[in-house]
């Protein structure tokens, strides 16, 4: 695949004039996630939609983010897990690692070589909203202008809403040089199809973790910098120290605590990083991985009073931007900030989608805990895996977290380790479970799961919380023998239930 800015980024289809309609009863800016469901959904109800987005409409999960990282990723575990079964791994010529050329043309498979008239397009329009390309600037209450890169322009009204959903777009932390070094940045990561000799990654968040074991399984060498004194430092600090166990053990450098304090590139190509611990750096690329910042600009939210500078747009339980008069504007998806992630974007689709279809049918909308117009799971139970070999999943409150709230709850802790795991893999890594349990009434907050495979292990403990489950009830969620799931067993055990 060609470097990230040879892309086409603006296919010329779906121009502003070629639609066929002015009014709709709902306007979506951005074909992310969020924006394609809250569309899909108003149609399907019986109501008109439009999708409107400036580049390759799919929005990051499909081209930048989820997809290719998790194209990248799997071949790896695939081959970890091989080498984990006796009768399979003496198959194995370990020595060579995954196949990286044939690794990069699964990537290009799945992102159908970022082009989007392949399957984003057609689940757009079998969705049976309308799409149109070029940028949706808010002009009015319930107006949207539409304006392509040729100048091509359509001015849209909708009779019921606006949905925002615009996304978010990388922080470059406001280092000397930084910006000037031209460094990579998620899309660039995702995209590429030579592995950089040594990759200077900065920030060990989910994806500064997740692109460490990419490009170290490629052969490449990493260093990571990691502001925090560990890394993934939104889940509990065990997780972090589990997985940075795991890409120091395929060879990536992290320097923890410690900050870059100036970046320069070289008459030679190269970056230089200087450390604040007096440290330099030396290497072929540097990745900037220090998290995100809603999409807000150039849109013309000023009007309305809102912020531009990249701060999350507050939204009500209905994701309605309620401090704009009129009950017509929404925030779904990565703008608000309340839970970036592919599924909460589809979660956010559903809960404003259900909202504006209420209102329309005259029904006051008061969201109440847990009821279909609110995002009552923003703040119980967002469940976040890191593919990391291990994996690091969890759902609902962290330790930290819990403490910060100044909950009561106390922490069980088991191994992942059962006769059905070992049966799956006996050369699995030992893992390791925690529950946050409620000391007063022993329901289910948080739950975090460190291990080979517990990707697909997280989802009971998010069905326990949202169920409001106590462990007296969880003793009677009996795992079957033999499974990965009785992780669930030593939990509970673990809780003395
Ligand atoms: C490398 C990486 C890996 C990730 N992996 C995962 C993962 O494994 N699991 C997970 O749950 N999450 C993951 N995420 C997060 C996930 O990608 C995002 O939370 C999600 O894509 C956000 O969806 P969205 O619909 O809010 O916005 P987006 O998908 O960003 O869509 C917004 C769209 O709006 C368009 N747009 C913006 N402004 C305008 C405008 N004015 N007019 C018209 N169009 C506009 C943009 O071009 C874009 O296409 C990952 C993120 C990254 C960076
Ligand atoms: N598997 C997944 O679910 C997955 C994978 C990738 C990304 N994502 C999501 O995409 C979004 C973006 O991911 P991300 O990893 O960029 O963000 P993040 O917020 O998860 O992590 C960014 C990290 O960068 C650190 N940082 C900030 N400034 C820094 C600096 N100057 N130097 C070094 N470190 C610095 C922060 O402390 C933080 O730990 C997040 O919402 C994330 O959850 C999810």
Redesign the pocket.
């Known amino acids: 695949m060609p470097p990230y800015n040879s892309i086409n ?1 603006h296919p010329s289809s779906h121009a502003p004039s070629s639609l066929k309609n002015a009014t709709y009863d709902v306007i979506c ?8 469901v809250i569309g899909a959904r108003l149609v399907k109800a019986g109501y008109t939609a439009v999708v ?19 194209a990248l990723l799997r071949p790896l575990q695939a081959l970890e897990e091989a080498k984990a079964v006796t009768g399979v791994k003496e198959r194995l010529n370990s020595a060579n690692g995954v196949d990286v050329h044939a690794v990069f043309a699964r990537r290009d498979a799945f992102t159908s070589k970022w082009n989007d008239a392949d399957r984003l397009v057609p689940l757009v329009e079998n969705s049976g909203a309308d799409l149109v ?5 808010l002009t009015g209450v319930k107006k949207v202008s ?1 304006q392509s890169g040729s100048g091509d322009k359509i001015e849209l009204e909708a009779k019921l809403a606006v949905a ?7 922080m470059i932390p406001n280092i000397p040089g930084l910006a000037e070094v031209n460094p990579w ?3 660039q ?2 995209s590429a199809s030579e592995v950089p000799e040594h990759l200077i990654v900065l920030g060990a968040g ?2 500064g973790c ?2 460490s074991a990419v490009y170290a399984s490629f052969g490449g060498k990493v260093s990571l910098v990691c502001i925090a004194p560990e890394v993934l430092p939104r889940m509990d600090p065990e997780a972090g120290k589990l997985v940075r166990g795991s890409l120091e053990s395929q060879g990536v450098k992290i320097h923890l605590s410690t900050e870059a304090t100036k970046v320069h590139r070289e008459a030679n190509g190269s970056v230089k990083v200087e450390l604040s611990t007096g440290e330099t750096i030396q290497g072929t690329e540097i990745l900037v ?1 220090a998290g ?1 910042k809603a ?1 807000t600009n ?2 013309g939210l000023e009007q309305f009073g809102l912020k531009t500078d990249g701060t999350p747009l507050p939204v009500n339980e209905s994701l309605l931007v309620d401090s704009v008069p009129g009950d017509w504007l929404y925030a ?4 608000n900030g309340r ?7 589809k979660y ?2 559903k809960i404003a989608a259900n909202a504006i279809i209420a209102k329309a049918k005259g029904i006051n909308v008061r969201p109440r805990e847990y009821d279909n117009v609110s995002a009552t799971a923003d703040h119980t139970a967002v469940p ?4 990391t070999n291990p994996n690091a999943a969890s759902v609902g409150l962290t330790r930290t977290r819990a403490q910060k709230e100044g909950r009561a709850f106390r922490e069980v802790t088991a191994p992942v380790v059962s006769v059905g795991a070992m049966l799956h893999a006996e050369g699995y890594k030992a893992g390791w479970a925690q529950w946050i349990v409620e000391e007063q009434t022993n329901k289910l907050l948080g739950a975090t799961l460190v291990g080979d495979d517990v990707a697909e292990l997280i989802h009971p403990s998010t069905v326990a919380i949202v169920g409001g489950l106590t462990l007296e009830q969880l003793t009677h969620a009996i795992p079957a023998f033999p499974t990965l799931s009785e992780v669930y067993l030593n939990l509970v055990d673990a809780a003395g239930a």
């Open positions: 980024l800016i951005g074909s992310g996630w969020a924006g394609r409107v987005e400036e580049e390759l409409v799919g929005g990051d999960c499909p081209f930048w983010a989820c997809v290719p990282s998790k390309r070029g940028v949706g600037r539409v925002l959903c615009s996304g978010s777009v990388p940045g998620p899309r990561a995702t989910a994806v997740e692109m991985a995100r999409r150039d849109m779904a998806g990565d703008i839970a970036p992630l592919t599924h909460s974007c956010h689709g976040q895996v890191v593919f």
